[in-house]
Nanobody, 121 residues
């Protein structure tokens, strides 16, 4: 089993900043990509940002220039620095990790429990 524990969500005014963290633990041989997704009630979960083990990043167009994803491979932790937040960024944010749990096993996808981000206008 793999556990992803998120932290850093909360309430912030428009224009403000938040930093999300997600630490992976448990049965981990290696981690490929780690990422952040968000989902509003009734909507599909959508990619916010993703980072590979080599540091290659991918962002949703709506957050480019405002959000920065990074990771600490030694700590199995991914971060999302969110600046210039807008009310439309309000969502539940979920951490995702693509994990190889033991040598020669397949890649499996794991999710955190979600953390609420609320941006007031």
């Amino acid at each position: 089993q793999v556990q992803l524990v998120e932290s850093g969500g909360g309430l912030v005014q428009a224009g403000g900043s938040l930093r999300l963290s997600c630490a992976a633990s448990g049965s981990i041989f290696s981690i490929d990509a780690m990422g952040w997704y968000r989902q509003a009630p009734g909507n599909q979960r959508e990619l916010v940002a993703k980072i590979t083990s080599g540091g290659r990043t991918n962002y949703a167009d709506s957050v480019k220039g405002r959000f920065t994803i990074s990771r600490d491979n030694a700590k199995n932790t991914v971060y999302l620095q969110m600046n210039s937040l807008k009310p439309e960024d309000t969502d539940v944010y979920y951490c995702n990790a693509e994990v190889v749990v033991r040598r020669f096993s397949v890649l499996t996808s794991w999710w955190g429990q979600g953390t609420q981000v609320t941006v007031s206008s």
